[in-house]
């Protein structure tokens, strides 16, 4: 009975330890190096949206802010806003392919995926963007110290609230006709499909 508690304490401290709640506490933007921050760089409307070339001498992770992603919202029928979080290990973390697949196969409706770093860790966001293949514009949380601060649970909080209005936790955001219509940690052609037939009703 001991050795049992024992292996489920250990399980437990294990997924906890190596979840995304307890890695990355901060945005590690003050921890870039000048060569880490040439990546990043001011939003262009030019790019959203866009096939881009993300090979690493021309990788540009684009800086944005609350006002810019309303201002999306209210211009594009549907918008799927993902707070993404880079050096997440799971499938939906790591497979960004998955998001343009989507994206094109909702293509003919107007369907978007906005995915937006949580943090500025250069190096995992390089590490997803190689191994997925990802072609489509990427972006971040403009660092604001004096109005988010740096602990990236506050950050993103307060970011997503600027957007919603709410208090909200998830992964996933659902606009359309600038409405939020679905918030979960979750998100797949099969529940695409079930939000929007529920939404044409």
Do not use: A
Request: hydrophobic share 35%; net charge neutral.
């Amino acid at each position: 009975m001991k050795k049992l508690y024992k292996i489920q304490i250990k399980i437990i401290l294990t997924l906890l330890f190596s979840s995304c709640i307890v890695q990355g506490l901060n945005t590690n933007y003050n921890k870039l190096s000048d060569e880490d921050l040439r990546y990043f760089v001011s939003y262009n409307s030019n790019n959203l949206f866009k096939n881009v070339d993300n090979s690493l001498q021309n990788l540009k992770i684009e800086e944005i802010n609350s006002s810019l992603i309303k201002q999306i919202i209210k211009e594009n029928k549907y918008v799927c806003l993902y707070s993404w979080v880079p050096f997440c290990n799971s499938i939906k973390c790591e497979n960004l392919k998955f998001y343009s697949n989507i994206e094109k196969k909702y293509s003919q409706i107007g369907f978007h995926f906005l995915i937006i770093s949580e943090t500025y860790d250069i190096d995992d966001i390089k590490l997803s963007i190689m191994t997925s293949g990802y072609d489509k514009q990427l972006y971040v949380i403009k660092h604001e110290e004096r109005k988010y601060g740096n602990n990236r649970k506050n950050v993103v909080s307060k970011f997503i609230k600027e957007i919603t209005g709410e208090e909200l936790q998830s992964d996933y955001y659902f606009f359309c006709d600038s409405k939020l219509i679905y918030h979960g940690i979750d998100i797949s052609e099969s529940i695409i499909d079930s939000i929007l037939i529920e939404n044409n009703k």
